[in-house]
């Protein structure tokens, strides 16, 4: 995006990471057309517990059977941007590692905003999770559903993006099935 000089803002509360990041952004000259937010994103702000490590790290508890964990502030979008995106056309990429729901619970001006954000969400049913299925995968899906999204997946087998009905994801949740993987695109619902 940036290469495309299109603006980015990004969110990274691990301080290597972070640094990582930062580093890259100074060395291609990019400082004026990026906004780095040292936190993770959630419903409400404060302070909660990061389990792991490197780009595998996550808000769940025990995530990828992690058992280190460390204390990072978070913040909602809401706060964060309240409505200066409205009227902007914005493409969002969530990869928050089983955290996608708690996220969008704070970023629900952004979901109501005009034109709608195209989103990009990695959502996984049960992969990396300490004990039990993602309690939160049909509400994820329930939520874009009532801020007017419709759902795409990129099918395994063809490589294509297809629109899935809320039928099609309840199916998902039920079968397991891993014909789709875990991208979903979700872009404003078309008359």
């Known amino acids: 995006a940036l290469q495309a000089k299109k603006h980015v803002i990004a969110f990274e509360p691990l301080v290597r990471n972070c640094r990582c990041l930062l580093k890259n952004i100074t060395a291609n000259g990019w400082v004026d057309d990026t906004e780095v937010f040292p936190l993770a994103l959630a419903a409400k702000p404060g302070v909660a517990q990061l389990y792991g490590a490197g780009t595998g790290a996550s808000l ?3 995530w990828n059977y ?20 409205n009227g902007e056309r914005v493409l969002v990429l969530v990869d928050v590692e089983g955290a996608e729901y708690q996220l969008l619970q704070g970023a629900k001006v952004l979901l109501a905003s005009r ?39 990129i099918n395994a087998e063809t490589g294509k993006m297809e629109k899935l009905s809320g039928e099609q994801i309840e199916m998902l949740f039920a079968s397991n099935d891993k014909t789709f993987i875990r991208s979903f695109v979700f872009m404003e619902k078309t008359a």
């Open 60 to 62: 769940i508890s025990g």
């Open 66 to 85: 992690a058992s280190n964990h460390s204390a990072v502030p978070i913040s909602s979008m809401d706060i964060v941007f309240g409505k200066r995106l």
């Open 115 to 153: 034109p709608k954000p195209v989103w990009m969400v990695e959502i996984t049913l049960d992969e990396n999770r300490p004990a039990a299925r993602n309690p939160y995968f049909l509400e994820t899906f329930k939520l874009f559903r009532n801020f007017d999204y419709e759902t795409y997946g």
